[in-house]
């Protein structure tokens, strides 16, 4: 809980130390990039994504196991509102983060590299 008189909330166009933020944070509200949503899930934290809008919605494709996994939630840019990004956060209480939280670390693939990197070595000796 932040002392009184400090933020609960912090907005940024760009942060240089993630692991720092992502400790910091009990929630994340952000675009639905790749990297993004594979960071948010291995560090456990819920997260209302808000894709953004491309012919192909491949941050809404990106954001969507997590929200399937109810780890997440998408708004998606037309309807996106400060009353919307409000209400959804008012109503997760504090059990409703931690369900998420965990979750989203359920989710996460933390040997995604190996996994890629083993399949990439076996095709190329086939």
């Given at each position: 809980m932040p002392k009184r008189g400090q933020p609960q909330h912090k907005v940024t166009e760009f942060i240089d130390d993630m692991a720092a933020a992502y400790a910091w944070a009990d929630v994340v509200v952000c675009r639905s990039g790749a990297l993004t949503v594979s960071e948010i899930a291995a560090a456990g934290l819920p997260?209302?994504?808000?894709?953004?809008?491309?012919?192909?919605?491949?941050?809404?494709?990106?954001?969507?196991?997590?929200?399937?996994?109810?780890?997440?939630?998408?708004?998606?840019?037309?309807?996106?509102?400060?009353?919307?990004v409000a209400n959804t956060l008012a109503g997760w209480s504090r059990e409703t983060l931690l369900t998420m939280?965990?979750?989203a670390r359920a989710a996460s693939i933390p040997d995604a590299t190996e996994r890629v990197a083993n399949e990439v070595s076996r095709v190329a000796r086939a």
């Open positions: 997260a209302l994504f808000v894709p953004f809008q491309h012919k192909d919605r491949q941050q809404y494709w990106n954001a969507l196991p997590l929200e399937k996994a109810g780890a997440a939630k998408i708004i998606e840019q037309p309807q996106l509102s400060v009353d919307a939280a965990e979750r």
